[in-house]
């Protein structure tokens, strides 16, 4: 049905001919489903405008794989492209690949490129660029990609000029999320090749193959971004024009919002008591999709070497010693959900049957008696999270909560570079962070509790010192398991068993809201949100 | 000739102080836990070790303190002040991008607080001194107190919230508008509305330490004998306070007008904060924030540079207003 709508679009009526040339068509590329869907969206598109959005902070570069920061997603999203993007619900779509096909062995991932396809410079894209960025450029400057090309990729190849093969040396089921903006972009080889990547002087202007093309970069102001009038999707972008604004402060962010100088602003541009207001405001609309790709978890970090924490049933008893709705209501207003498993509920895999730890005052007193550990013997401190006030209150609450369970607490303040530092060298007693998840849990829920992963010197990994033998055998056979029901299944139980151990305190699963003009279409449509690269964002008047 | 070995050795001594500064602050920063390596890895999510230890090498921080000193000062020595490895970008090209947004709003509030500053002193002063009007000298005093006593950021917001969203008369961020492609006079004007408010705000603070300052060294001056001499000749009020107390009076609102531009850099970091100005202050905030060693450090060059050149100007202007001032040697 969709097919014939974008024939209706150009006005004429469509004749059985050009229907089963199309038809044809789908059924040689996988794309055709999104592409229609596209169309039938071009249907009630108008073409042009700019679009004024919030980059925050300012990143430091645009240039995707050389720097993986948020911000710098946001913008670089927009001008390169990964073989894939992902819906909503994690399903793989077409991006730079119109189709692809995985060996039943699970070793060999053979992608078609689309063909036409040039970069903003002019010059063909073609395996090539495929092959470059992967060997050798990303092996080099992406600290998440890499480990995994190291170790889980034996080979990439272009087969031909549109065709390109990973062969992988053993299974790894999440592989295919890896093709996204997030993790393998495609950066052109012509520019990159047999240079020093980091010193390049094509980083201060970037070239990719999206749908908008860097203009203008005016550091400290704004970024400019201009409609690539090649792109390989015909008629596409809608928009001529997207500027991000660098505003540094909140409440000044939220002020231009309201002013009608930005029209859109995304999870944590603005404070969270400043979201709940302007949702009521008139001409807003908002959204917490686009973020099933991160779903992003909040977790209380325990440092599990030494005493009281070292203890599992202390840490329970801190579980139900925190009112979790509470946090979420109060210090985030609103904005969150209390979480029951270290795998998101809105992610793949996650599992609804679990033990749940309700805030229960005496059953935490009861607990911390049964284990034993006088726990006011241990001062602990707790390292606040250097993200802002919200967490800093979060601290307090939890010192607050502690101490009525009768620890010993203290709040050491730092920022980012003495929190990855302290962190990363096991410094601290107590600490927060949250983390996202990348659309697989052997992707960025394993890296955490692995006991291979407790390496002195970088943050985000196994910094508690969780050791579990089960659990390191079960997300091992769960990333290589053949099929989805075994990896649920393999999922299913580790979630239990960190849940019972409290391996970390899962807090919440965070929420981004995305607030927008009511002119401002099509923000939202996949599991990427503002991550996307904005080809169908269209204004209305 | 005793005037140039004067400068020579003010020079001198100027340049050994931004030595001294670049020294210190090479070491003090390497103070702070952390280090640039620890946190790019930090944002990026990493999980892998031996990619901060090459980012540690790329940035030269596997070396020790001493060597990486040597570098970098023989690098300033040849106009090499390093390499933004986070931004990718040298050092220099970075500060010098936004070096000229920081400079015109200093000098800018600087203006606008002196000039403002000075004129309602005068005003206070000479209302009081001829006992006329004296309600218009405690309407002053009070709003220079109000002003004095209010916080920066609290101003800026209010200051965005009354004139931008409320009236819209004012842009609320940012130094010009984005995309309007603006040029010649029209771009002036677009650039001097986006100043206003910046200008205010972070001139406000001073303008009122200036009315407090002159005011209260026009009524210390009114009160010598010279003055009354000059009445009792029957010159009139303006004309004295133009020739006998202004003159006498300025020489501590020039000493503070040194004090002052070392300060608004250190200011303009709220106020380039809070209005999205891209200027330096902000540039060290982030640099500082990032552990960016080099930037940092380039930031801190400039700013020194920055105050001992006032400081020298100050100087200068002192022999120039009252001739009487001479070298403490």
């Not at chain 1, 040339?21 to 996988?30: E, H, T, V």
């Not at chain 1, 009521?280 to 030494?306: F, H, P």
């Not at chain 1, 679990?354 to 008696?369: F, G, H």
Request: net charge positive; proline share 5%.
């Amino acid at each position: 049905m969709k097919l014939v709508q974008p024939l209706c679009h150009q006005g004429t009526k469509p004749s059985p001919s050009l229907i089963s040339r199309l038809l044809a068509k789908a059924a040689i590329a996988s794309a055709t489903f999104a592409t229609a869907a596209m169309m039938t969206a071009a249907h009630a598109q108008t073409a042009g405008g700019t679009l004024y959005a919030i980059v925050q902070p300012e990143p430091p570069i645009l240039v995707l794989g050389l720097n993986q920061q948020s911000p710098t997603q946001y913008v670089g999203s927009k001008i390169y492209e990964g073989l894939l993007t992902y819906s909503d619900k994690l399903e793989p779509k077409p991006g730079l690949a119109k189709s692809w096909d995985i060996s039943a062995d699970g070793l060999t991932y053979t992608f078609h490129l689309q063909t036409g396809v040039t970069w903003h410079d002019g010059k063909p894209f073609t395996a090539d660029d495929v092959v470059f960025t992967a060997d050798k450029f990303l092996r080099k400057v992406h600290p998440r990609v890499r480990p995994i090309l190291d170790r889980y990729v034996a080979s990439i190849t272009a087969l031909d000029a549109g065709t390109v093969q990973f062969k992988l040396k053993e299974r790894f089921a999440p592989f295919i999320y890896l093709f996204g903006t997030d993790n393998i972009l495609v950066v052109p080889k012509h520019i990159y090749d047999g240079t020093d990547f980091a010193t390049n002087p094509a980083n201060q202007h970037p070239i990719g193959t999206g749908p908008f093309m860097f203009k203008e970069w005016k550091r400290g102001s704004d970024i400019v971004l201009e409609k690539n009038p090649h792109y390989w999707k015909q008629g596409l972008p809608y928009l001529d024009r997207i500027v991000f604004h660098v505003i540094p402060d909140a409440a000044s962010r939220s002020v231009a919002f309201e002013k009608g100088d930005v029209q859109v602003l995304r999870g944590g541009d603005i404070d969270n008591v400043d979201v709940a207001r302007l949702k009521a405001t008139a001409g807003v609309s908002n959204t917490t999709k686009g973020t099933e790709m991160y779903s992003t978890i909040t977790s209380l970090v325990m440092n599990e070497r030494k005493p009281p924490f070292d203890n599992a049933k202390v840490r329970q008893a801190v579980m139900y010693a925190l009112n979790r709705k509470f946090i979420v209501d109060h210090i985030f207003f609103g904005i969150g959900k209390v979480a029951t498993s270290p795998i998101s509920s809105t992610t793949l895999f996650h599992e609804a049957n679990l033990p749940v730890y309700n805030y229960d005052v005496k059953k935490a007193r009861a607990l911390i008696k049964e284990s034993g550990v006088d726990v006011g013997k241990y001062p602990i401190r707790i390292l606040s999270y250097p993200y802002g006030s919200a967490w800093d209150r979060l601290g307090e609450y939890t010192r607050q909560a502690l101490t009525q369970l009768g620890f010993n607490v203290d709040i050491d303040a730092t920022d980012a570079g003495g929190w990855a530092q302290r962190v990363g060298n096991f410094d601290f007693d107590l600490t927060f962070h949250f983390t996202d998840q990348f659309g697989d849990p052997a992707i960025g829920v394993s890296r955490l509790f692995l006991s291979s992963n407790i390496v002195k010197g970088s943050p985000f990994v196994n910094n508690e010192g969780y050791r579990n033998p089960e659990v390191d055998r079960l997300f091992t056979e769960a990333s290589s398991a053949p099929t989805t029901e075994k990896r649920q299944e393999l999922y299913s139980q580790v979630q239990k068993i960190l849940v019972d151990d409290v391996a970390n305190g899962f807090l919440f699963e965070n929420q981004n809201v995305t607030l927008f003009k009511n002119n401002v279409h099509n923000l939202i449509t996949t599991g990427v949100g503002t991550n996307s690269n904005f080809e169908s964002v269209y204004l209305s008047k | 000739m005793k005037q140039l070995s004067l400068l020579i050795s003010k020079l001198g001594k100027a340049v050994l102080v931004v030595f001294c500064v670049v020294l210190v602050n090479f070491f003090l920063i390497r103070l702070a836990p952390g280090d640039p390596a620890a946190i790019m890895a930090g944002e990026a999510g990493a999980s892998d070790p031996n990619f901060v230890l090459q980012l540690r090498q790329q940035f030269g921080l596997d070396q020790p303190v001493g060597v990486q000193l040597m570098k970098y000062l023989n690098g300033i020595l040849h106009f090499d002040w390093g390499y933004s490895y986070r931004m990718k970008v040298s050092v220099l090209d970075l500060i010098l991008d936004r070096l000229p947004a920081t400079l015109l709003l200093m000098v800018a509030a600087f203006i606008f607080s002196v000039v403002l500053g000075v004129f309602f002193g005068v005003l206070a002063a000479k209302a009081r001194y001829t006992g006329r009007r004296t309600w218009m000298d405690s309407a002053i005093v009070s709003v220079c107190l109000l002003l004095y006593a209010t916080p920066l950021f609290w101003l800026s917001l209010l200051s965005i919230i009354f004139f931008s969203v409320y009236l819209d008369w004012l842009p609320a961020f940012g130094m010009e508008s984005v995309g309007a492609g603006l040029a010649g006079w029209a771009r002036v004007r677009d650039i001097a509305l986006h100043l206003v408010l910046p200008t205010v705000t972070l001139g406000a603070f001073y303008m009122a330490m200036y009315v407090r300052l002159t005011r209260a060294s026009m009524l210390d001056v009114m009160g010598m004998d010279y003055v009354k001499t000059a009445r009792a000749k029957g010159a009139g009020t303006a004309y004295i306070i133009r020739r006998h107390v202004l003159r006498n009076a300025l020489l501590p609102i020039v000493t503070f007008s040194g004090l002052q531009l070392g300060q608004l850099a250190g200011g303009a970091v709220l106020t380039e904060t809070v209005f999205g100005w891209p200027g330096i202050g902000r540039l060290m905030f982030d640099a500082l924030m990032q552990r960016d060693y080099q930037l940092l450090l380039g930031v801190f060059l400039v700013t020194s540079t920055m105050v001992v050149i006032f400081n020298l100007l100050t100087d200068l202007t002192y022999r120039f207003i009252d001739p009487r001032v001479q070298h403490g040697s």
